[in-house]
Nanobody, 121 residues
Framework: QVQLVESGGGLVQAGESLRLSCAAS????????MAWYRQAPGKQRELVAN???????MYALSVKGRFTISRDNAKNTVYLQMNSLKPEDTAVYYC???????????????WGKGTLVTVSL
C-alpha cells in the first residue's frame, strides 16, 4: 500500500521559516511528479509548487521567491522550504504525487493527510 506522510508543520511568526517533508512509502515503480498544495480555512485547495522528473519546478505567484521545492529521488521524498512566511500562508499543506505502481500502465494521484502551518503576526 502506498502512502504519503507529511511532516514539519507548526506555528511560527511572520518572517520565519519552516521546512516541510513528504515521504512516499510502499512499492513504487516510478514517480512522475510531486507537489505541494494548501488549503486555507474557507478557501479552495490551491497548488503551491510542483517538481517533475528532470527537476523542473513551478510555483504559485504568491510564493515565488520565498518557497523552494526540492526532491530526493532515492528517498522518494519531496521538501518545501518556506522562508519569509506571512500570515496568509496559514493553511493545511498537502503532499501530492503521481506515481506508477508495479504492474500499472498509468499512474494515479496520491495524497497525504496534510500538515498544518500557522503563521502569526
Amino acid at each position: 500500500q502506498v502512502q504519503l506522510v507529511e511532516s514539519g508543520g507548526g506555528l511560527v511568526q511572520a518572517g520565519e521559516s519552516l521546512r516541510l517533508s513528504c515521504a512516499a512509502s510502499g512499492i513504487i515503480f516510478r514517480t512522475n511528479y510531486m507537489a505541494w498544495y494548501r488549503q486555507a480555512p474557507g478557501k479552495q485547495r490551491e497548488l503551491v509548487a510542483n517538481i517533475i522528473n528532470g527537476g523542473s519546478t513551478m510555483y504559485a505567484l504568491s510564493v515565488k521567491g520565498r518557497f523552494t521545492i526540492s526532491r530526493d529521488n532515492a528517498k522518494n521524498t519531496v521538501y518545501l522550504q518556506m522562508n519569509s512566511l506571512k500570515p496568509e500562508d496559514t493553511a493545511v499543506y498537502y503532499c501530492n504525487a503521481h506515481m506508477v505502481l508495479p504492474g500499472q500502465i498509468r499512474g494515479m494521484d496520491y495524497w497525504g493527510k496534510g500538515t498544518l502551518v500557522t503563521v502569526s503576526l
